[in-house]
T-cell receptor
Framework: KAGVTQTPRYLIKTRGQQVTLSCSPI?????VSWYQQTPGQGLQFLFE???????NKGNFPGRFSGRQFSNSRSEMNVSTLELGDSALYLC?????????????FGSGTQLSVL | DAKTTQPNSMESNEEEPVHLPCNHS???????IHWYRQLPSQGPEYVIH???SNVNNRMASLAIAEDRKSSTLILHRATLRDAAVYYC??????????FGAGTTVTVRA
């Protein structure tokens, strides 16, 4: 079974630009969640999608958005990039049916904003 | 805002047990406690989870205090492959995850 795939692996952008990151979940998984990881703030929850609907979100500005497609693939978009958006962005997939289920993480997209 | 706190680092010798504490004193009654670990250049990997009772699996054991305000991840016999950052996480009933800052485990050969 293929794991969670995130593309691209690395990305360099400049301030003010926008960026779209992609996440392909494990086959059969209906939930995709996104996280930001920085040395200063650690891992922080961005949002979670289940069956194409955003089920909840963390405390991030509206510049951070996402969506999920009918095949469960998900994209995350960051508009008007700031230097502080430089981070490793991780996505995870799961069945989405229970708090106690495992999450399977991708290797992340390393975003650098110059 | 509820916090999950962990020690920054912990060292162990190979083949010895490692006890990783986590404080989650403001945990909700319905929050699950999860542990994941992360190796360099990889995403986090599931280790174990629990709600109220102690849990065991092939990787580790999770001991949850009776009042649920703290928990301890136990690696019974550390190997070099167990060197990683270990995250204690609360998962709420709306599926949000709140991460601790992580404990860096170093295993000495």
């Amino acid at each position: 079974k293929a794991g969670v795939t995130q593309t691209p692996r690395y990305l360099i952008k400049t301030r003010g630009q926008q960026v779209t990151l992609s996440c392909s979940p494990i086959s059969g998984h209906r939930s995709v969640s996104w996280y930001q990881q920085t040395p200063g703030q650690g891992l922080q929850f961005l949002f979670e999608y289940f069956s194409e609907t955003q089920r909840n979100k963390g405390n991030f500005p509206g510049r951070f958005s996402g969506r999920q497609f009918s095949n469960s693939r998900s994209e995350m978009n960051v508009s008007t990039l700031e230097l502080g958006d430089s981070a490793l962005y991780l996505c995870a997939s799961s069945q989405g049916q229970a708090q106690g289920e495992k999450l399977f993480f991708g290797s992340g997209t390393q975003l650098s904003v110059l | 805002d509820a916090k999950t706190t962990q020690p920054n680092s912990m060292e162990s010798n190979e083949e010895e047990p490692v006890h990783l504490p986590c404080n989650h004193s403001t945990i909700s009654g319905t929050d699950y406690i999860h542990w994941y670990r992360q190796l360099p250049s990889q995403g986090p990997e599931y280790v174990i989870h629990g709600l109220t009772s102690n849990v065991n699996n092939r990787m580790a054991s999770l001991a949850i205090a009776e009042d649920r305000k703290s928990s301890t991840l136990i690696l019974h016999r550390a190997t070099l492959r167990d060197a990683a950052v270990y995250y204690c996480i609360r998962r709420s009933n709306d599926y949000k995850l709140s991460f601790g800052a992580g404990t860096t485990v170093t295993v000495r050969a």
